[in-house]
């Protein structure tokens, strides 16, 4: 594996850890990607006043970067997302969760363009976050690890372009959670951006989804497994808690529509209803396997700490309570894309963002793409989505000199 290291990162983070029997092979310990890793002497500072120090921010590029170091693209990854975006996942062996988007010749051009996704703080594919060792107690962090926001997964992003020697971004995009940093790129660094694509989001996150969230943790601090998040010290995995969790949350993933036309009330495997609580219906067996494959792949503190993150975002609350001043020093053009049928982040959301940028006065385009796939369509083929991104970025490109 490729790393960039830094002598205290490598003490502090390698030679005190005393990883529990099987701890070792996780993603959070063994993310099969390169990872930058950033002593006690650099420490991240945190919105809840901690100095993360030392950490580690796991990553995968692809691309060239130019010699003007001027075509870098960040893509910044959703709630249980992580840094592999176009690169075959070490985990599930699936293909690149954004491989619809990003690649040769597609609106992304990594032919093109050189692009980079790193693994959010407080995730669990390799950068540090709650299932990482702590070097004070050679133990994982569990809950001692400090609550994240989206603003410090974004200062995280900026030390990361710092080492990789990028002063600034051609392209920052990214959807749902990913389009929250984004926004927060756009106002924390808006010397450091010049074209953002925020995608199915919004500038806070929703008394309703936050509802949604609520309802995920609590899943997953009832199952007994959880023991207080120590459950690597107790060998055990809240799998029941987290395995629910991730089927209430895939619900607001998804639309009525869609759902009925994939699977609307057709039993599985069977001409008639059992009289149980077995997954008569498809759509609960379907439900069920989205439950049992997240838990392989996903921490269930990570978890915790990424919903906390999203629920805490409020860029408007930030800035006085006025979302426009959070892009008045912003250089950026934009292009805000939101979906017909997602009532996660509904188009109102969106609309709320462009309607701040031009009360700015900022460059900014906007696209509502008619679709029935739900909040998931920013992942899916849409090919009003890919048209859209392509002449956004082109035209982009174009102003840039690329």
Not at 92 to 114: C, H, M, N, Q, S
Not at 361 to 371: C, D, G, L
Not at 387 to 396: I, L
Request: charge should be negative; include cysteine.
């Amino acid at each position: 594996m490729d790393s960039t290291l830094t002598s205290d990162a490598e003490a502090g983070l390698r030679s005190e850890a005393k990883p529990l029997p099987g701890y070792e092979a996780m993603p959070a310990t063994d993310p099969k990607s390169p990872v930058a890793l950033f002593g006690a002497d650099e420490p991240l500072a945190m919105d809840s006043g901690a100095a993360l120090g030392p950490f580690q921010i796991a990553y995968q590029t692809a691309g060239t970067l130019n010699a003007a170091r001027s075509n870098a693209v960040l893509i910044c990854h959703a709630l249980t997302g992580d840094q592999h975006f176009a690169h075959r996942h070490p985990v599930t062996g699936k293909a690149g969760w954004w491989e619809t988007l990003v690649g040769p010749g597609k609106p992304i051009d990594t032919d093109r363009y050189f692009v980079v996704c790193s693994n959010v703080i407080g995730s669990c594919m390799g950068s540090t976050g709650p299932a990482s060792v702590d070097p004070a107690t050679a133990k994982p962090y569990g809950l001692d690890f400090p609550l994240v926001t989206i603003r410090d997964m974004v200062r995280a992003q900026a030390m990361l372009l710092d080492r990789l020697g990028i002063p600034d971004l051609f392209l920052c995009i990214g959807g749902s959670m990913g389009g929250m940093q984004v926004l927060q790129w756009a106002s924390l660094f808006p010397e450091r951006v010049f074209a953002a694509m925020p995608i199915a989001t919004g500038a806070r996150h929703s008394a309703q989804n936050i509802a949604f969230h609520e309802v995920g943790r609590r899943a997953i601090m009832a199952d007994p497994a959880w023991a207080d998040g120590r459950y690597f010290e107790e060998g055990t995995r809240p799998a029941k808690g987290l395995g629910v969790a991730r089927m209430g949350a895939h619900i607001t993933y998804l639309s009525e529509p869609a759902l009925h036309r994939k699977f609307g009330r057709r039993l599985q495997n069977r001409a008639a209803p059992t009289f149980s609580f077995n997954a008569d219906f498809q759509i609960e067996s379907y439900l069920r396997h989205q439950g049992l494959s997240f838990v392989e792949r996903f921490d269930a503190n990570a978890y915790l700490y990424l919903t906390r993150a999203m629920d805490y975002f409020d860029l408007a609350e930030d800035h006085g309570g006025v979302l426009a001043n959070a892009f008045r020093a912003s250089k950026s053009r934009f292009c805000v894309i939101s979906f017909t049928s997602d009532w996660l982040f509904p188009t109102a959301d969106s609309r709320a963002i462009v309607h701040a940028l031009n009360a700015v006065a900022a460059p900014v385009a906007f696209v509502e793409v008619e679709s029935d796939k739900g909040h998931d369509a920013f992942l899916l083929d849409e090919p009003a989505l890919f048209s859209a991104a392509r002449g956004f970025v082109d035209a982009a490109a174009r102003a840039r000199g690329l």
